[in-house]
Every structure is written in structure tokens, then in C-alpha cells.
T-cell receptor
Framework: AQTVTQSQPEMSVQEAETVTLSCTYDTSENNYYLFWYKQPPSRQMILVIRQEAYKQQNATENRFSVNFQKAAKSFSLKISDSQLGDTAMYFCAFGADSGTYKYIFGTGTRLKVLA | NAGVMQNPRHLVRRRGQEARLRCSPMKGHSHVYWYRQLPEEGLKFMVYLQKENIIDESGMPKERFSAEFPKEGPSILRIQQVVRGDSAAYFC?????????????FGQGTRLTVV
């Protein structure tokens, strides 16, 4: 069975600084997808970034980038130039390439950006 | 193109009553997933449905919970005889058939409070 672990329950960062959120996972699958979702107080689940396991290149979306280490089963999220609007819960999620969108989520990291 | 619509946003039920949560998928999406988020936890998969079929209900509690996705109309998650432990946010996600995308799109959730 797949598992996703986020070991940082809470983090804080100064506005304009850089922060890295950690995520590790366990799977015996070879093909899969990894995601970072942002959940602000509105509770909406917003996709931040997505990584396909077969791609060696780390995904990047503007200020958000990942460090994907397949052998180590690690998938960290780096937020550069942090903004107050980045304050939210961040969830790491695993999706097997099995024909469904049944995701396994971590327990989340609460990020607070300080002015 | 409207996103995934869930209603109601907030639902209060007394112990022993029934709760009915609705999810209208994005236009063109024929697959629906229900997730439950307990306080301070990540989302947990409950059930995966296609039109008129339950494909995977491995995350559904064996009693009191049921889900349907009829040919016409929204998907319904039904909880009978609610208990305090059912208090949670329930999220619906929808997707087109696999192969057309690699992510599911989430609604804003329904927060169920059992008093």
C-alpha cells in the first residue's frame, strides 16, 4: 500500500524569503504522479504543482518548484519569494498511474507567511 | 466552464438524522471521487464512481454510508443516522476519462457538523 508522510506540521517564513516543505512517500509502483495542493482558509483544494515519476526534470510553476528524488522517494516543495497569500495548508499527494484519480494525501503542513 | 459544484457548503445535522451531500462534476467529466477530511488531517479517499456505477468503494465505511452517481443529476453521498464522528469536510473531485488529463479537479467541499 502507498503511504505519504509530511513530517512538518507547521512552518513559518518571512515574506520574500524561501521555504521548503518536505514530503516522503512509499510505493512499489514504477509509474505514478505526485502533487502539491494548497488549501487556504476557504477550504478550496488548489493544485500547485504536479510531477510525473517518469520525468527526471523537476517541475516548476513560477515561484513554486519541486525537488523530486525518485530513488529516495522524496518530493519537496520550494516556494521562492514567499507572499502573504501563500499562507495555507499544503498537502502532498500520490496518484498511481492505474487509470483512476484515487489519491493518497499526507497530513499536511500549515505554512504561515509573516509580514 | 463552471468548476466542480458541491452543495450545501455547510450542513448541520442532529445525531440520528440523515445527511445528503451533492456534487455536480465539471462539464464533460464522467468520473467522480469523494474524499473525507477530518479536522487537522489530510483528505482520505472514500469512493470512486462513474455514471451509474460504483468502481471502487474501498474507503467507504461499511455501514450508514452510500454513494450514487445517476445517469442524470449530481452525485450524492448519503450518510444515515449520523454520529458526532461523521463531522468533517467532504470533498468531491471530478475528472474526464483517464488518458485525457493527469489530475482531478476538486470542489470547495461540504462541512458537515453533527450536533
Amino acid at each position: 500500500a502507498q503511504t505519504v508522510t509530511q513530517s512538518q506540521p507547521e512552518m513559518s517564513v518571512q515574506e520574500a524569503e524561501t521555504v521548503t516543505l518536505s514530503c516522503t512517500y512509499d510505493t512499489s509502483e514504477n509509474n505514478y504522479y505526485l502533487f502539491w495542493y494548497k488549501q487556504p482558509p476557504s477550504r478550496q483544494m488548489i493544485l500547485v504543482i504536479r510531477q510525473e515519476a517518469y520525468k527526471q526534470q523537476n517541475a516548476t510553476e513560477n515561484r513554486f518548484s519541486v525537488n523530486f528524488q525518485k530513488a529516495a522517494k522524496s518530493f519537496s516543495l520550494k516556494i521562492s519569494d514567499s507572499q502573504l497569500g501563500d499562507t495555507a495548508m499544503y498537502f502532498c499527494a500520490f496518484g498511481a498511474d492505474s487509470g483512476t484519480y484515487k489519491y493518497i494525501f499526507g497530513t499536511g503542513t500549515r505554512l504561515k507567511v509573516l509580514a | 466552464n463552471a468548476g466542480v459544484m458541491q452543495n450545501p457548503r455547510h450542513l448541520v445535522r442532529r445525531r440520528g438524522q440523515e445527511a445528503r451531500l451533492r456534487c455536480s462534476p465539471m462539464k464533460g467529466h464522467s468520473h467522480v471521487y469523494w474524499y473525507r477530511q477530518l479536522p487537522e488531517e489530510g483528505l482520505k479517499f472514500m469512493v470512486y464512481l462513474q455514471k451509474e456505477n460504483i468502481i471502487d468503494e474501498s474507503g467507504m465505511p461499511k455501514e450508514r454510508f452510500s454513494a450514487e452517481f445517476p445517469k442524470e443529476g449530481p452525485s450524492i453521498l448519503r450518510i444515515q443516522q449520523v454520529v458526532r464522528g461523521d463531522s468533517a469536510a467532504y470533498f468531491c473531485a471530478s475528472s474526464p476519462p483517464k488518458g485525457m488529463n493527469t489530475e482531478a479537479f476538486f470542489g470547495q467541499g461540504t462541512r458537515l457538523t453533527v450536533v
